[in-house]
Structure formats: structure tokens, C-alpha cells
């Protein structure tokens, strides 16, 4: 004789809650033993191959509707069914991908804001080749972006700060790509120093940039001043956006 399961076994079997099986058995998929007298269902071994088979191809992405008619599906169409279901696994992957990748931008970013933090002022090499200029209007430019903000970059000389350009730094192998009139600042082998750039949303957009010069400039002569956006976010009580901040440097 064989062994019959209430709902509850049946549940806690497979760890998935008595109100999916009932769910489960209202759109046909699975249709347990119910007693006419009392209306409890009870589950036979049979059945446990039937739940783990909607499991099973609930874990693949598949809507109930199809799984309801799987045993009516031939071998084309079982084919045709996973090859749909695989090119919409790989297009979620890829923007998942796209997401993650995103994610360590920001990541990095917040990393770098602490590293400049911990260590200002610090001789090193500058991490851009080449700027182009930037508006938002411009559709290319904007997804570069919004694709990975560390790209703005602001084009500044320190003789005469009011003169700033706003850019997106591109890979040194671009900058075929665009006009002599686009490129606004080129690596040229200068040293440089950085340091943490605050500039405060509020009117006016005040910054510390002078304060960071002043500071630099009791030792070196400077040039060209380079800042890359890394975030807007709060720090005691006011909103900024932090700048990782290069300043060329020259001895005196």
C-alpha cells in the first residue's frame, strides 16, 4: 500500500510554503488526492516527482504556463522553449555585468576619496592620458558618463582658476576620435601632486582648491589642474562633491 503525505510534510519536505502548493494545484499543474468528506489533500510518492519537476523548471526562469504544458511539448518545442529561455538568461547576465561593473566604479571611487583622505599630497602619476570637452547635451559623451562618472574631469590652470573646462578623460588610442578643438588638456610627462577637492552644493559651489594650493605652492611651482569627479555625498552636516585632484608640479 502505498504511503500518502498531508500538505504539511508535504511542505516542509520541500521547504517551500503550504500556500504555493495549494496555488500550484489552483492553476492544474498538480492535482493531489482530496478526500470527499473532509477536503484534505494527500500527497502520493508519484506526486513528489511532479513537485520536484516544478521546481526544477521554476529554477530555470520558466512561467507556470509553460510548465502546465510541458508534458504536451514536443522535442522541437522543449528545444525552442530553452533556446528563448537561455538568450534571455545571457541579455540579464550582460546587464547584470554592466550593473556589477558599475557597482566597482563606485566602489573604487569610494576607496580612492579614503586613500586621499588617509594620505593627501601625495607625488604621483596622473591616471588620465587625454580630455575631450564636455557638455551634458551631448548624447555620446553623457553615457559615457553616466556609464562611469570618474570619466568628468575639469580642466583648470593655476595662474588663472575662473578659466575652468569642464571634460571627460577617454584612453590616449581614442582621442583619434575627436577634434582638435574637442581635446582640452594632454599628458605631457609632468609630476604631480593630489589631494581631496571638496566643492560644496550650495550657491556659489565654493571649494577648497585654493587652500590645497596654497599649501602645494610653499614648495612647488603649479600648473595645470586636473580634478575627477568621485561622488557626491555628506560630510559633517553639508553636501559635496569630492574631487580626486591633480596639480602639476615643478620645483622651485
Known amino acids: 500500500m502505498s504511503k500518502h503525505f498531508q500538505i504539511g510534510e ?3 519536505f520541500f521547504q517551500i510554503p503550504a500556500s504555493t502548493l495549494r496555488y500550484w494545484e489552483e492553476k492544474g499543474i498538480l492535482k493531489p488526492n482530496q478526500d470527499q468528506n473532509n477536503h484534505y489533500r494527500s500527497y502520493c510518492i508519484e506526486d513528489f516527482m511532479t513537485i520536484s519537476d516544478i521546481i526544477f523548471y521554476k529554477n530555470l526562469g520558466l512561467p507556470l504556463k509553460h510548465i502546465k504544458e510541458m508534458e504536451e511539448t514536443s522535442v522541437d518545442e522543449h528545444a525552442l ?23 566597482r566604479h563606485h566602489m573604487q571611487a ?7 583622505q588617509q594620505h593627501p599630497y601625495q607625488i604621483t602619476n596622473i591616471d588620465t592620458d587625454c580630455i575631450v570637452s564636455f557638455e551634458f547635451l551631448e548624447a555620446d559623451k553623457l553615457y559615457q558618463y553616466i556609464n562611469n562618472p570618474y570619466l568628468y574631469s575639469r580642466v583648470q590652470y593655476s595662474h588663472h582658476l575662473s578659466q575652468e573646462q569642464r571634460g571627460l578623460t ?15 588638456w594632454k599628458k605631457q610627462g609632468k609630476r604631480y601632486m593630489t589631494f581631496l577637492m571638496r566643492e560644496e552644493i550650495s550657491e556659489g559651489f565654493p571649494n577648497d582648491l585654493k587652500e590645497h594650493l596654497a599649501v602645494i605652492e ?8 586636473i580634478s575627477r569627479f568621485l561622488l557626491c555625498a555628506k560630510e559633517n552636516g553639508k553636501v559635496y562633491d569630492f574631487y580626486k585632484t591633480f596639480v602639476e608640479i615643478k620645483e622651485k
Not at 522553449?81 to 557597482?103: C, G, P
Not at 569610494?110 to 586621499?116: C, K, R, Y
Not at 577617454?170 to 574637442?182: G, M, P
Not at 610653499?218 to 589642474?225: E, I, P, S
Open 218 to 225: 610653499k614648495q612647488y611651482h603649479t600648473g595645470a589642474v
Open 170 to 184: 577617454i584612453d590616449k588610442n581614442d582621442a583619434d576620435q575627436y577634434s582638435e578643438e574637442e581635446i582640452i
Open 10 to 12: 508535504i511542505a516542509q
Open 81 to 103: 522553449l530553452f533556446e528563448d529561455l537561455m538568450t534571455s538568461l545571457k541579455n540579464e547576465q550582460a546587464v547584470l555585468e554592466q550593473r556589477m561593473q558599475k557597482l
Open 110 to 116: 569610494i576607496d580612492m576619496l579614503h586613500e586621499l
